[in-house]
């Protein structure tokens, strides 16, 4: 994916999506912090990077799952597992 179709991704899920997700609610307390251009750009890094992770270990992404995992606990991962995303 290029930058600008991650900026769209990102721009599409702070402002249109109504669907529960966690990288989504996110990014809403987070744009109320330091307002949206700065928010829109953490959220295209978020989705690059789960992205990344689900291409390296083939798992599956659960956007409404906890996101209370510990990063240390989700580094051993076999290849069908779902995927959890620590904001």
């Known amino acids: 994916m290029t930058r600008s179709h991650l900026f769209l991704a990102a721009s599409v899920m702070l402002t249109r999506s109504v669907e529960q997700c966690a990288i989504r609610d996110w990014g809403a307390a987070l744009r109320a912090r330091v307002g949206y ?20 270990t083939a798992a599956t992404l659960c956007p409404t799952q906890s996101v209370s995992t510990p990063l240390r606990e989700r580094r051993i991962w076999s290849p069908m597992q779902t995927v959890e995303m620590r904001l």
């Open 37 to 56: 251009r700065k928010a829109r750009l953490a959220v295209a890094r978020k989705i690059a990077t789960a992205m990344l992770s689900i291409w390296k």
